[in-house]
């Protein structure tokens, strides 16, 4: 069976630090993956989306970035975290015919101070 | 654009009482449509779909029918329990689309009071 993993699952960093979030997912090959970011009582916003190594494709522009160096993790990174970068990020993948069902991690939840 | 919009909570209901949350949605073409659930500090999981009109996806009590005429998708429960509190997303996928990507609505929270 296919599982997503997500960590850290919490993380209290500083105003102008660096970011690392990493996402792996294990038991299916060449999957889409997504990084989306829930800011307190608001919905989600997609943020990146991979179909494959080294390709990222960004939706908003922003103070973060992603990478795909494997087949199965994305990473979602910033070189200097701003207050606003707050929120709860969640990964999620997408394979095979069913490409519409989107399975979610446990998410990251990120506090900037 | 293609969008989602939910209605407002928080939905404060009592434990066996009838739960309707309103989703419409604008698209292009002929859109799949899901509800997905987040329990409180969890990930979003997927409640239920409906890929074209009329079909109604089920899951766990849950129902929505797919409404080309009305472009809605309502969430519909005869008997909530208190389990069932968490936030509710209404989202689409635009049928042309091949990377899956996913438009949400803003969420709809609902509590469940015994």
């Known amino acids: 069976s296919q599982t997503i993993h997500q960590w850290p699952a919490t993380l209290v960093q500083p105003v102008g630090s660096p970011l690392s979030l990493e996402c792996t997912v294990e038991?299916?090959?060449?999957?889409?993956l997504y990084w989306y970011r829930q800011a307190a009582g608001r919905g989600l916003q997609l943020l990146f989306y991979?179909?494959?190594?080294?390709?990222i494709s960004s939706e908003v522009p922003q103070n973060l970035s992603a990478s795909r160096p494997q087949d199965r993790q994305f990473i979602l990174s910033s070189k200097k975290l701003l207050l606003s970068d707050s929120g709860f990020y969640l990964c999620?993948?997408?394979?095979?015919?069913?490409?519409?069902?989107?399975?979610f991690g446990p998410g990251t939840r990120l506090l900037v101070l | 654009g293609n969008s989602v919009t939910q209605m407002e909570g928080p939905v404060t209901l009592s434990e066996e009482a009838f739960l309707t949350i309103n989703c419409t949605y604008t698209?292009?073409?002929?859109?799949?449509l899901f509800w997905y659930v987040q329990y409180p500090g969890e990930g979003l999981q997927l409640l239920l779909k409906?890929?074209?009109?009329?079909d109604k996806g089920s899951n766990k009590g849950f129902e929505a029918t797919y409404r080309k005429e009305t472009t809605s998708f309502h969430l519909e429960k005869g008997s909530v329990q208190v389990s069932d509190s968490a936030v509710y997303f209404c989202?689409?996928?635009?049928?042309?689309?091949?990377?899956?990507?996913?438009?949400f609505g803003q969420g709809t929270t609902l509590q469940v009071k015994p």
């Open positions: 698209a292009t073409g002929y859109p799949s």
């Open positions: 038991g299916t090959s060449n999957p889409n």
């Open positions: 999620a993948w997408s394979v095979g015919q069913e490409q519409e069902t989107q399975y």
């Open positions: 991979s179909v494959g190594i080294g390709q």
């Open positions: 409906a890929t074209k009109a009329d």
């Open positions: 989202a689409l996928r635009k049928g042309s689309s091949n990377t899956g990507k996913l438009i």
